[in-house]
């Protein structure tokens, strides 16, 4: 079996074994999966593992979220073609490839600003996406009120409002919040006059967000 056969036989195992037994159902993001060449997006060394059901490292000690974590993460966010999306976290910049398939435009913040460099190369083979990519640190990012929606790739010990707060009236995010070996997946939307409501969907683990645990202020 050559290796195109093979890799073409593991995203269609991947779909369906791991994607959509984790009640992953919605046509457009099934679309979106398996539209964008994954195999592309990881690291050579781990080209043969692009469908597996694993987080696959990448550099700064960094991992690329499991198939089916992402495609929860983008059926809960139920994005439209109209929106504005924030990611944080490009990573490898698979993720932020299927939201650009869904959305109508991407800003995606990464700390490492090698690896913006490196997805923006990736990106590039992909034209049809409107990608702004920014090297920076997310808990320093001020948007106020600008998404309709907002994925983060690393979990947060807690919620706060700091992403929150950047969502339009409508807005979801979706966040990893807990400290190992406990996390939840959560869903925030956004209401009319500030209200805010969240949705536990899912336990999981993942790399934290960097910055995301604060040092406890020194008190006399």
């Avoid at 990736?122 to 990012?141: G, N, P, S, Y």
């Amino acid at each position: 079996m050559s290796a195109e056969i093979h890799l073409e036989t593991a995203k269609r195992q991947m779909l369906g074994q791991q994607i959509r037994a984790w009640e992953v159902f919605d046509e457009r993001v099934l679309s979106a999966i398996e539209s964008v060449p994954r195999e592309r997006f990881v690291p050579s060394e781990f080209r043969e593992l692009a469908f597996a059901d694993i987080e696959i490292p990448l550099p700064h000690g960094q991992r690329m979220m499991a198939p089916k974590v992402e495609g929860r993460l983008l059926q809960a966010l139920q994005l439209e073609a109209s929106d504005r999306v924030l990611e944080i976290g490009t990573g490898s910049g698979y993720l932020t490839a299927c939201l650009g398939r869904l959305a109508g435009e991407i800003v995606s913040v990464e700390y490492f600003p090698d690896m913006v460099e490196s997805a923006r190369a990736k990106l590039a083979e992909i034209t049809d996406i409107d990608v702004e990519l920014r090297a920076a640190d997310a808990m320093t990012l001020d948007y106020s009120a600008e998404f309709d929606a907002i994925a983060v790739t690393g979990s947060v010990p807690e919620l706060d409002d700091h992403f929150i707060r950047m969502l339009r009236p409508g807005g979801r995010l979706f966040i990893i919040v807990g400290r190992a070996p406990v996390m939840e997946a959560r869903l925030v939307r956004m209401h009319h006059g500030g209200r805010w409501t969240e949705e536990s969907l899912f336990e999981t683990l993942i790399t934290p967000l960097i910055n995301a645990e604060r040092s406890e202020p020194f008190v006399l």
